[in-house]
């Protein structure tokens, strides 16, 4: 299928001229690698986003391309336009689009996918968990990660926002191995650029051979240094394109004016645009949020409330607020292509959070000072497409006394130098910010001159192996262990936590949480379309009763008392329902999310207000269900059901009663489809949680999870407990296809024969008659009968018999398996093998073991013995691992294989063995290679 086919099908437009090329360069150039440039410098508003289009098409045509495309824009807001260009391709692919059959099947042949193997996944990681990356299933499946710095960096570094521990060096190992990193605006993020480069530099030198190292592409408008670097440039534009790149955009200068002086005059020049009756799409944008709310309420306030249409857009709001907000019409009709005529004019107060990426385009624009190119990028808003005649656009300067906290002296700098080029007019000094005539005037500077005239992040720390190889040490952190903000962002400041709001009960004691408050949280865990990323310093400030200004970019701005609020008391959300506790300010980490009580304040339809005393709405049912539907994969619903104290029915019967009712006459829309779904869910697989309303009435939960995963429970063991499978089907179904995988993923033949040793070998502790006493749901005799016959010892069972079966026996402290005592680690003693690798990757395939396991102590130890495949097994289940050299072991390895080889291995058998469970548990054992031909592996246990 051509490029130009692709591009169409997908975005119903033709390519750019510089689309095509590009999509040239990549797929043509080298058929033994994928041609990618180092830079890719194309102005604002020529369609950058598609450059994921592009790596996708890549994909499917080159035989070397990369199958996780990480597109990373440090804007939150942005992050979800970026994020429409993956979705409707993922879409249209899944709902199997006829124009992009061609498509389809190139890319399911040179991928290697079988038929039941997605085409494409994709996800989005801004603020909050995101789509942790933990849920993606296999390093294989082509896809599409789009987010931000905060997001994908920390998962990178061994230290995901969202990820549980365990599972972060999954996260890391697919990040860092058969991943294209795209990093938008990338002059925005020096601090990030450097680490990236320093991770592309270990996986080069790593000891573990691969086609498809991380790669990296700087993506900018206002690229700062070419050298060394292979650059791919606009080149000639298409028509289309020139007209956007050629027009004209003057733009007045204003005498500076006092800090004090900024909401006033920006309502003014609102006022008097208005007035003039010539603009309908006018915008401000500024540089902190504060200062955008203050001139937003003033307009609102003013005489002029009733005649236009007033929005505000900042980076910390909630996504499902934000979607309310970009659905308005008001929004809509700020987009460049839209013809929507509105009968007022809609005036739009912005901060940095639209300068990259946002297809908004106003008549009349009034920036505050800021560097050459920050302000380059609010042109970029401005006559966008250069088709209109009549615009208006000033940029106000301020008198400071003392250094921008934001910008720095960039932007005194930039004032001075726009003045010396400026032309006099009647009004003023204008200056030309259409991209042209502004490259024109840029061009004659030299690299140190337009250096000092840009903003610049602060740089970070330079991640050195020390550093990366603490970070790797997942399960038993170093106590002087980095801070990885200061490598995302380059100062720990910057790192963000999540907001959320819930309707706590009113006399909850935030000293001593009751399990009522854990229960409801861990039942209904926070989802990230009600989650509010602010930094943690704002974060911090808002709690301890101050307001802290922010701005969308990274900065620490000064906390002032508010006078009128009393602290706040938080709550750190934890997947551990035993980790959920309350914190002090002081205690918050990067990464948190934090739940607040509805009275807290903080936020409104529009976004952070931090001196905002009313209550907040509670969005997590309406978030959550706006994002799943009736499509709900492995995830919680929830719906409440009030009693009346006088039914004398059983509680089933009532909320199924209830149920009913609520699907059949309905209390509101997202009630009735939410009861819709449960209803389909089989009643055994429903769980119900009596709780006590705030009012004394009885209510319940009913809450449902299609299955508890291992790679989303923190027990590590919950997986365990789905349908009964025997123990040598399920060992024999994870060597096979952790052996598929491996190959697959182009990895030597004698790694592939490792992992799949590995998977052979990993669950024998599972034999032990405690272990398998549970999975028979406490049936202690039936354990004892199994262990003698090892065709009936169990890899998964249940914990208790259904039906209402009753135990065998009671069983004695003894003969208990208590939580803590690893199961992994007895199958490592009991395998026997000597090859390092094999023994770690047995030991960590529940992401313990890097380099430590919980120290349980065994009160009972006994032998444990299987038998698979003719090979006798067997160990004392007080094995010792930490004690022998575990941690020794972790170390070498972390040589011989690299700090991200290692963990991408584990990745490998990790998430093979996660699919064999859920294909065990849906009866679907499909797909499997076969074990004797041309490519098996020897299953020796003498690696």
């Known amino acids: ?54 790596a996708a098409y890549a994909l499917a045509v080159h035989p070397n391309a990369h199958r996780r495309i990480v597109y990373v824009i440090d804007r939150r807001t942005v992050a979800d336009d970026a994020y429409e260009t993956a979705h409707i391709l993922r879409e249209r692919l899944r709902r199997g689009d006829p124009a992009l059959a061609p498509f389809a099947a190139s890319l399911r042949y040179n991928v290697g996918l079988k038929s039941t193997e997605p085409l494409l996944e994709t996800h989005l990681l801004r603020g909050g968990l995101g789509e942790p990356l933990a849920r993606l299933r296999s390093p294989i499946a082509p896809t599409i990660l789009v987010g931000t710095v905060d997001q994908l960096g920390s998962r990178l570094l061994f230290r995901g926002y969202g990820v549980s521990e365990r599972m972060r060096p999954v996260a890391a190992g697919l990040l860092a191995y058969d991943t294209l990193w795209i990093v938008d605006e990338a002059h925005l993020s020096p601090a990030f650029l450097d680490t990236l480069r320093a991770v592309r530099a270990s996986v080069l030198a790593s000891p573990l051979p691969h086609d498809r190292p991380l790669h990296l592409i700087e993506m900018t408008a206002t690229p700062r240094k070419r050298a060394g670097r292979t650059v791919f440039a606009l080149g000639r534009p298409d028509d289309r394109i020139a007209q956007r790149i050629s027009c004209s955009k003057p733009a007045l200068i204003r005498d500076p004016i006092q800090t004090r002086d900024l909401v006033a005059a920006f309502a003014a020049l609102v006022e008097e645009a208005l007035g003039s009756k010539s603009f309908r799409r006018l915008g401000v944008i500024v540089n902190r949020v504060g200062l955008a709310r203050e001139i937003f309420d003033a307009l609102r306030k003013g005489g002029s409330k009733d005649s236009a249409d007033y929005l505000l857009f900042i980076g910390p709001i909630r996504p499902y607020d934000r979607k309310l907000l970009y659905e308005r019409s008001a929004a809509v009709s700020l987009k460049a292509q839209s013809h929507e005529r509105r009968a007022h004019p809609v005036v739009a107060i912005c901060t940095q959070t639209i300068e990259v990426g946002a297809d908004i385009d106003f008549d009349a624009l009034f920036v505050q000072a800021a560097p050459l190119d920050a302000l380059r990028q609010r042109f970029g808003r401005h006559n966008r497409l250069g088709s209109s005649n009549g615009t208006l656009a000033i940029i106000v300067p301020e008198l400071l006394e003392k250094v921008e906290p934001i910008y720095g002296d960039a932007t005194q700098r930039t004032i001075r130098w726009l003045c010396s080029v400026a032309q006099r007019a009647s009004s003023g000094q204008k200056v030309d910010f259409g991209i042209a005539a502004m490259d024109d005037v840029v061009g004659r500077l030299s690299p140190q001159e337009l250096e000092a005239l840009c903003s610049s992040g602060p740089l970070g720390e330079p991640l050195h192996v020390q550093h990366a190889r603490n970070l790797a040490r997942s399960t038993s952190p170093c106590i002087d262990e980095p801070d990885v903000s200061i490598f995302l962002h380059g100062e720990p400041a910057r790192a963000d936590v999540q907001l959320v709001w819930r309707e706590l009960p009113k006399d909850y004691d935030i000293g001593r949480l009751s399990e009522e408050v854990k229960d409801d949280l861990s039942a209904a865990p926070p989802c990230a379309g009600e989650m509010l990323s602010i930094p943690v310093y704002a974060a911090r400030s808002f709690l301890e009763g101050e307001k802290a200004d922010v701005a969308d970019v990274p900065a620490e701005l000064e906390s002032t008392r508010q006078g009128r609020r009393h602290g706040v008391k938080a709550i750190r959300w934890s997947p551990d329902k035993d980790q959920i506790a309350a914190v002090e300010p002081d205690q918050i980490r990067p990464g948190d999310t934090l739940v607040l009580p509805l009275s807290a304040g903080g936020s409104d339809e529009f976004g952070w207000s931090p001196d905002r005393m009313d209550s907040v709405s509670d969005l997590s049912l309406a978030a959550y269900f706006a994002k799943n539907g009736d499509r709900v994969r492995a995830a919680r619903m929830r719906v409440l059901v009030a009693f009346d104290p006088e039914d004398g029915r059983t509680v089933t019967e009532r909320v199924d009663d209830a149920l009913t009712n609520k699907c059949e006459s309905g209390d509101g829309l997202l009630e009735r489809e939410i009861a819709r779904v449960l209803m389909q869910v089989p009643k055994d697989q429903r769980t119900i949680q009596l709780i006590q309303a705030a009012g004394g009435n009885e209510h319940a939960w009913v809450t449902w999870r299609e299955s508890v995963r291992d790679d989303e429970d923190p027990n590590a063991d919950a997986s365990s407990f789905t349908v009964r499978v025997g123990l040598t089907d399920h060992l024999e179904h994870v060597a096979a296809r952790a052996l598929d995988l491996a190959q697959r993923c182009g990895l030597l033949k004698e790694l592939c024969e490792k992992l799949s040793l590995a998977g052979l070998l990993h669950d024998l502790g599972k034999a032990d008659v405690r272990f398998q006493t549970v999975l028979r749901g406490g049936d202690l005799i039936g354990a004892l009968r199994a262990e003698g016959q090892t065709e009936n010892l169990l890899a998964k069972g249940l914990r208790r018999f259904a039906g209402g079966v009753q135990r065998s026996v009671a069983v004695p402290m003894s003969e208990r398996w208590f939580p803590g005592m690893r199961h992994e680690a007895i199958s490592v003693a009991m395998a026997g093998v000597q090859d390092p690798l094999v023994r770690h990757l047995i030991g960590s395939h529940h992401g313990f073991g890097r380099p430590t396991f919980p120290t349980i102590e065994d009160a009972a130890p006994r032998t444990v013995r299987a038998r698979i495949n003719g090979v006798a097994y067997e160990a004392s289940s007080d094995h010792h691992l930490n004690a022998s050299g575990w941690d020794e072991q972790f170390a070498a390895l972390l040589d011989d294989y690299g700090i991200w080889g290692l963990a991408y291995l584990e990745a490998i058998l990790r998430l093979a063995d996660h699919r064999c469970s859920r294909e065990e548990e849906s009866g679907s054992v499909l797909g499997l290679p076969e074990r004797d031909g041309g490519n098996s592996c020897s299953l020796s246990s003498t690696v």
């Open 1 to 54: 299928m051509r490029f130009e086919d692709f591009f169409s099908a997908v975005t119903g437009n033709t390519p750019f001229d510089w689309q095509r090329r590009l999509a040239d360069q990549v797929t043509q150039n080298d058929p033994a690698r994928v041609s990618w440039p180092d830079l890719i410098e194309l102005p604002t508003s020529a369609g950058k986003t598609s450059i994921q289009l592009i």
